[in-house]
């Protein structure tokens, strides 16, 4: 049974930092291109960040560029998102998603709640 199953949420003080983790579990991972997307209340999900199945190239929305950084540990069957310098509009439930040929996201995590007080 394939699984993503995301940690390290949590509520955190404007301007705190946050690692959330995406663990995969029933198949190997290390050809999927890795993303993390989010959704805040009454808003449609959202991108948020991906990385290559390389770990050589990564791609980030506009709105985390320069405070957000993902990162793969295809040993561990793993990938990060290391969140800094966040902002109250961070607030969201934030999901894990695996990409295993490149025509769309094809297996999802359950979601992991970050809320971030002003």
């Known amino acids: 049974q394939v699984q993503l199953v995301e940690s390290g949420g949590g509520l955190v003080q404007a301007g705190g930092s946050l690692r959330l983790s995406c663990a995969a579990s029933g198949r190997t991972f290390s050809s999927d291109a890795m993303g993390w997307f989010r959704q805040a209340p009454g808003k449609e999900r959202e991108f948020v960040a991906a990385?290559?199945?390389?770990?050589?190239?990564?791609y980030y929305a506009d709105s985390v560029k320069g405070r957000f950084t993902i990162s793969r540990d295809d040993a561990e069957n793993t990938v990060y998102l290391q969140m800094n310098s966040l902002k109250p509009e961070d607030t969201a439930v934030y999901y894990c998603?695996?990409?295993?040929?490149?025509?769309?996201?094809?297996?999802w995590g359950q979601g992991t709640q970050v809320t971030v007080s002003s």
């Open positions: 990385i290559s199945w390389s770990g050589g190239s990564t």
């Open positions: 998603a695996a990409d295993k040929d490149q025509e769309g996201w094809d297996y």
